[in-house]
């Protein structure tokens, strides 16, 4: 079997973490199964779809480098097939006309719910052996019915939840197109997993009940249903199902964040899936491993602190050079001008390792392209003690003879120190604040490094004149 995938989503909203890793499974398992991935974008809802919505989801999959096969797919192209289809079921008695009123349903639904009976359509206009159906009323334009099968059950093997049956009793005769002719959801995803030969939908398990509608409409058109696997809910960090409304980020606000792409993926693989007890993984090693058999029962939780925290590790086992460009645009943002001054890449290498996002070493880097401070006498007496004054002039000679890397300045900090027996602190305190006008710094012997030999002598000469 050549495995074929879909994601499916309905471009009317901003797309969270949770409708990502519903598309990063299908995707995983055609990678896996070296079959192909679709993406078909379900904008049959005129209202609430937008464009703009659209341009989220393809940019937010290539951004966590989720490539595609085949789309994307708009269902509003494919009207006429779906008329063609809905044309062919009337012809051969699997679908009819419904002429009840929308006021006649809400009536006989309030009716059932007052008996204490689930609401249903009654099969008015459902055709029948020997069966009279009504008159046939003026001007009023009919819904198109699917003659659902009665009696017996709709039974599938779950990839996720095991089996499942479904009384086909609960199920009453679905709309398959509106009174205009628009057809609905659950047709469409019908005719689209035939026309596209999908082998396995794997989507969120809000969806189960939609399954034994849909498995019953693809066997009336002679379909084989595909492989069913229904991913439990992505829940927000209050248990809450995750959702805008629950204040769900988009995927553009993780990468306005700072976020890498590879840690998102990452995390969204665990929300759900698992190997071992692996945790910090490549995409080609996740692809590598992923089986359905894998995916977990039980509704994933977002934790917000277990994803800035795999941010962080990607950002520290990142090389410089490629983290460096990932994080110039947030450097530009703060006004820093990344190509006056020390290198880049340099600062950042510097920076990476205690860093949870691109933002925070963009924010650190700061330090590194801002003018030489200004400091007053005041600030010099008291954040550079005299007494310190005679040990920093003869670490700038030592830093001026000293071999420009880090173990060249720590020597000289070394030799310094044991020359006026004082301790660490005692000189590096000092020696930060004449150079940038903080005691907060990372390592200072890298940081001269990054700064350079001339820049820091000409900024710690002027506290000692």
């Known amino acids: 079997?050549?495995?074929?995938?879909?994601?499916?989503?309905?471009?009317?909203?901003?797309?969270?973490?949770?409708?990502?890793r519903s598309a990063l499974y299908p995707w995983a398992f055609a990678r896996h199964n070296?079959?192909?991935?679709?993406?078909?974008?379900?904008?049959?809802?005129?209202?609430?779809?937008?464009?703009?919505?659209?341009?989220?989801?393809?940019?937010?999959?290539?951004?966590?480098?989720?490539?595609?096969?085949?789309?994307?797919?708009?269902?509003?192209?494919?009207?006429?097939?779906?008329?063609?289809?809905?044309?062919?079921?009337?012809?051969?008695?699997?679908?009819?006309?419904?002429?009840?009123?929308?006021?006649?349903?809400?009536?006989?639904?309030?009716?059932?719910?007052?008996n204490k009976e689930k609401p249903r359509y009654n099969g008015m206009w459902r055709p029948e052996q020997g069966k009279t159906l009504p008159a046939v009323p003026e001007g009023v334009l009919p819904v198109i019915r699917f003659k659902n099968p009665i009696g017996g059950s709709v039974i599938w093997e779950d990839a996720v939840k095991g089996q499942i049956e479904i009384s086909n009793d609960e199920l009453d005769d679905l709309v398959i197109a509106r009174p205009d002719g628009t057809p609905t959801?659950?047709?469409?995803?019908?005719?689209?997993?035939?026309?596209?030969?999908?082998?396995?939908?794997?989507?969120?398990?809000?969806?189960?009940?939609?399954?034994?509608?849909?498995i019953n409409i693809m066997k009336a058109l002679g379909g084989t249903p595909p492989v069913y696997a229904h991913l439990p809910t992505v829940l927000n960090d209050s248990g809450e199902k995750m959702s805008k409304r629950n204040g769900a980020m988009s995927v553009r606000d993780y990468q306005k964040a700072g976020y890498l792409p590879e840690a998102i993926l990452n995390y969204l693989a665990r929300l759900g899936w698992s190997h071992g007890d692996a945790e910090v993984f490549t995409k080609e090693q996740f692809v590598n491993w992923f089986d359905l058999d894998s995916l977990g029962r039980s509704p994933a939780q977002?934790?917000?602190?277990?994803?800035?925290?795999?941010?962080?590790?990607?950002?520290?086992?990142?090389?410089?050079?490629?983290?460096?460009?990932?994080?110039?645009?947030?450097?530009?943002?703060?006004?820093?001008?990344?190509?006056?001054?020390p290198d880049f890449t340099q600062v950042v290498a510097l920076l990476k390792d205690r860093a949870n996002t691109l933002i925070e070493i963009a924010e650190g880097s700061k330090l590194?392209?801002?003018?030489?401070?200004?400091?007053?006498?005041?600030?010099?007496?008291?954040?550079?003690?005299?007494t310190v004054v005679p040990a920093l002039k003869d670490l700038i000679a030592a830093i001026e003879n000293a071999q420009p890397s880090k173990e060249g300045y720590s020597a000289a900090f070394k030799q310094v120190l044991a020359n006026h027996q004082l301790k660490m602190p005692a000189l590096a305190m000092p020696v930060r604040y004449a150079l940038f006008a903080t005691t907060q710094t990372p390592a200072i012997d890298s940081v001269l490094v990054v700064l350079g030999k001339e820049e820091a002598v000409n900024r710690l000469s002027k506290v000692v004149q």
């Open 1 to 20: 079997m050549h495995i074929r995938t879909r994601f499916a989503p309905s471009p009317t909203g901003f797309i969270h973490l949770g409708n990502l």
């Open 368 to 386: 590194f392209y801002l003018p030489a401070p200004q400091l007053s006498a005041q600030q010099i007496s008291e954040n550079i003690p005299a």
């Open 185 to 214: 959801y659950n047709f469409c995803v019908v005719v689209d997993d035939l026309d596209m030969k999908i082998t396995h939908v794997i989507r969120g398990d809000d969806h189960v009940n939609n399954t034994p509608r849909q």
């Open 34 to 114: 070296k079959g192909d991935f679709i993406l078909r974008i379900e904008d049959t809802d005129l209202e609430r779809s937008t464009q703009e919505a659209v341009d989220v989801i393809i940019e937010g999959m290539a951004w966590l480098g989720m490539d595609i096969d085949e789309g994307p797919i708009y269902q509003m192209q494919r009207i006429d097939r779906y008329r063609e289809v809905i044309k062919q079921m009337l012809e051969s008695g699997i679908a009819y006309p419904c002429y009840m009123s929308e006021e006649e349903l809400n009536k006989l639904r309030d009716q059932q719910m007052a």
């Open 302 to 341: 977002h934790n917000p602190e277990k994803l800035l925290w795999l941010n962080h590790q990607y950002i520290q086992n990142a090389d410089p050079a490629k983290l460096a460009q990932a994080t110039k645009p947030f450097a530009h943002e703060l006004g820093i001008d990344t190509e006056s001054g």
